[in-house]
């Protein structure tokens, strides 16, 4: 496709609910970023892969938070047991190559926990 | 890791230059700074980068003093789909090896509002 793209755009989820947000990068971008963005803040890194390699995921809140990208392309963020506080935007972003390199984001995934 | 600090809103009207400044004072050698902009419901979409001097791409200006410890990014006569939030960023060197597992630090960012 011509940029990243996400799914859902929107998902509420029941407290203790588990969650899969989707990622698709730009095809044969090597790095993928996985970002939280709560309302009137900005990004706030959550995890970085190098093709199918998970590099530093220190921005992972808790061990609730999980990020796979098996094949080096599409990535997956599961959030097991929701909490409210999990409730934001996540979005994910891919660069040709490195951390210095420009980020490309997708519309990001808005959950919302009840 | 490098911090950067800018104001939290600003105002113009349209047809009026616009100019943003972010201080870096904890810039390392190795760091760019970046500019990306921000929409409602939207992913940031970078705007531009540089090191030093200056840096002038067909949307904006970037601005750069010799000590690197802050920037400004200048958008020449602003328009009402300008409206966003600005963010600064500084981070690893473009393809640096040493600067693949740093990770870009995000604050708050620069709401700008333009008026008719």
């Known amino acids: 496709g011509a940029g990243v793209s996400q799914s859902p755009r929107y998902k509420v989820a029941k407290r203790g609910q588990d969650v899969a947000l989707r990622c698709d990068p730009i095809?044969?971008?090597?790095?993928l970023f996985w970002y939280q963005q709560a309302l009137g803040q900005g990004p706030e890194f959550l995890t970085y892969?190098?093709?199918?390699?998970?590099?530093?995921k220190s921005g992972l809140p808790s061990d609730r938070f999980f990020a796979e990208r098996p094949e080096g392309s599409v990535s997956t963020l599961k959030i097991q047991r929701t909490q409210q506080e999990d409730s934001a935007v996540y979005l994910c972003?891919?660069?040709?190559?490195?951390?210095?390199?420009?980020?490309?984001f997708g519309p990001g995934t808005r959950l919302t926990v009840l | 890791l490098a911090k950067t600090t800018q104001p939290i809103s600003m105002d113009s009207y349209e047809g009026q230059e616009v100019n943003i400044t972010c201080s870096h004072n904890?810039?390392?050698?190795?760091?760019?700074i970046t500019w990306y902009q921000q929409f409602p419901s939207q992913g940031p979409r970078f705007i531009i980068q540089?090191?030093?001097?200056?840096v002038t791409n067909e949307v904006a200006s970037l601005f750069i003093p010799a000590d690197r410890k802050s920037s400004t990014l200048s958008l020449p006569r602003v328009s009402l789909s300008d409206t966003a939030v600005y963010y600064c960023?500084?981070?690893?060197?473009?393809?640096?090896?040493?600067?693949?597992?740093?990770?870009?630090?995000w604050g708050l960012g620069t709401s700008l509002a333009v008026n008719p």
């Open positions: 960023l500084v981070g690893a060197f473009q393809g640096s090896s040493a600067g693949n597992n740093r990770k870009l630090i």
């Open positions: 904890n810039i390392a050698t190795n760091d760019y």
């Open positions: 540089g090191y030093k001097t200056k």
């Open positions: 095809s044969g971008h090597v790095s």
């Open positions: 892969f190098q093709n199918e390699a998970q590099l530093d």
């Open positions: 972003a891919s660069s040709p190559r490195g951390h210095g390199d420009t980020q490309y």
